[in-house]
């Protein structure tokens, strides 16, 4: 299109576009009712993975679709079979990625990704939490939506694969660092105290003596431990 050729005032262009007849409207719906029931054969034909965690296979696929499908519906000028090839294409991928990642366990986390533990027996494990990219206000946040107002009542807290949190409870909670935010001095306050256990305020690892490095992170900073 030249430049002469775009008017502000031009309806029909800026409407129907400059290149596709009106009648080419009626077989757009034609073409995006067939790609929408190949979308969702493809889907699932790709196994009931595919429509639940979103891992990095699902994604991928996904986009390729999108990219697949979205030319052939909106051009006249491309047939729809490069699409149902595509289609064909991903669909075998899945079927071969989740055969071979059924019986290696390599494969198996490098499609699905793995699980990483954030909290063990009330302490926080900054490594795996630094390999997540997950800060402790997020987290912090994600326990406390759950109810649970200091780390010494989690047994362990799970990053799954897909990304969801899994909080397992301890059965006999220990004092454990604070997890309301340090700005809401009243409610903290009103948390009661262990007088001999004091938690470091970097990890929430537990410890006796405060006038000492913490074991865990190496840090110095301590505060009475929360019982309640």
């Known amino acids: 299109m030249k430049a002469e050729d ?13 290149d596709a007849p009106v009648s080419f409207l009626l077989e757009l719906v034609i073409r995006f009712l067939f790609l929408f029931i ?8 790709s196994g009931k993975s595919q429509t639940g965690s979103q891992n990095r296979i699902k994604q991928a696929s996904i986009v390729s679709l999108a990219a697949a499908i979205g030319i052939p519906m909106m051009s006249p000028t491309r047939g729809l079979l490069p699409a149902i090839i595509i289609a064909i294409v991903i669909v075998g991928i899945q079927r071969l990625l989740s055969l071979w990642a059924f019986s290696n366990q390599k494969v198996a986390n490098l499609v699905n990704g793995k699980y990483n533990t954030l909290v063990a027996d009330g ?6 939490m630094h390999q997540v990219g997950l800060s402790k206000e997020r987290l912090t946040a994600a326990i406390r939506q759950k109810g649970i107002l200091h780390l010494g009542m989690i047994e362990r807290m799970y990053m799954e694969a897909n990304g969801s949190f899994t909080i ?5 909670p220990r004092p454990g660092l604070s997890l309301i935010p340090v700005w809401d001095k009243g409610f903290r306050n009103q948390q009661q105290k262990s007088e001999e256990m004091h938690v470091c305020s970097n990890c929430g690892n537990t410890q006796a ?3 000492s490095t913490c074991v865990v992170c190496k840090k110095d900073k301590w505060e009475p431990g929360v019982i309640v």
Request: net charge neutral; charged share 25%; hydrophobic share 50%.
């Open 168 to 172: 397992i409870e301890s059965q006999n």
């Open 38 to 45: 190949l979308l969702i054969i493809t889907l699932r034909l």
């Open 6 to 18: 775009i008017k502000f005032n031009d309806i029909t262009r800026i409407l129907f576009g400059s």
């Open 209 to 211: 003596v405060k006038d």
């Open 123 to 128: 302490v926080f494990q900054l490594h795996d």
